[in-house]
């Protein structure tokens, strides 16, 4: 036998989840490799200061992973959330019933990356929740849109049964 309480919601199964990729901070990765290259010639020829050059590339390297792990993205049955992937506080959600469409924006060097944008956009008014940085962006989109299909025809099935 199993209890639950009673006014607590039950959480849905995440269908899909994620954190930004990797790829998505290689601007800071190249800033970092830069400060390596400076403070190692700075090393080679003998100048003070190399010590600064690398520890601020250590830096900038933790300051990706602390970044990284901000958003998490999580798509449930019944709604698309960006939560904080340290306190697990929501930052922003959209009920897949509100849902009108699903874009995906890359750029030359995200389409390199395998990277995108995630854009889904509400029915009514100009809400928009983004989902920066996923990996297989085109992947995504589908998955929210398959998610959001089924969502709506269990709706329809419901209340034509009601």
């Known amino acids: 036998m199993t209890l639950r309480a009673v006014n607590k919601?039950?959480?849905?199964?995440v269908v899909w989840g994620g954190?930004?990729?990797w790829s998505q901070f290689s601007w800071l990765y190249f800033?970092?490799?830069i400060s390596v290259l400076r403070g190692a010639l700075l090393f080679r020829f003998g100048v003070a200061g190399w010590q600064i050059w690398m520890l601020g590339s250590v830096v900038l390297l933790a300051c990706a992973a602390i970044l990284r792990q901000w958003a998490h993205y999580d798509l449930t049955r019944d709604q698309i959330s960006v939560r904080n992937g340290y306190t697990g506080r929501e930052i922003e959600s959209m009920p897949l019933r509100d849902m009108e469409s699903v874009t995906v924006q890359q750029g030359v060097i995200a389409d390199f990356f395998g990277i995108g944008t995630v854009l889904v956009y509400a029915r009514h008014g100009d809400r928009?929740?983004?989902?920066?940085?996923?990996?297989?962006?085109?992947d995504v989109k589908l998955r929210i849109e398959t998610v959001a299909w089924r969502h709506k025809r269990a709706a329809n099935h419901h209340r034509e049964n009601s």
Do not use: K
Request: charged share 25%.
């Open 128 to 138: 928009v929740l983004s989902m920066r940085g996923v990996r297989y962006p085109e």
């Open 9 to 13: 919601p039950e959480e849905q199964p």
């Open 31 to 33: 800033v970092s490799a």
């Open 19 to 21: 954190f930004p990729s």
